[in-house]
């Protein structure tokens, strides 16, 4: 392997991280957003919110799955709960 095709790589690897991260503090906002909407019991919100969770955390466990193999106890870091 070359160095020009080893320093895409780390590229890669680093760029995914972030948006892993990205992803992981999009999940967050949006269940902190989730909760309020059901606190101020504006249903319709929390149902979107529940569906942008859902996306979110999709999107999540296929990063996790096939892009970054090994990094699943990141998201053991994000308190999610599906319904």
Known sequence: MSVI?????????????????????????I?????????????LGAQSLDLALTAVTRELRRATNEDLPGLEPLLADINIELH
């Open 31 to 43: 269940t902190y957003a989730k909760a309020v909407a059901e606190d101020l019991k504006i249903d």
């Open 5 to 29: 095709g080893s320093g895409k790589r780390q590229y890669a690897s680093a760029a995914a991280t972030d948006n892993l991260e990205e992803l992981m503090a999009l999940a967050r906002m």
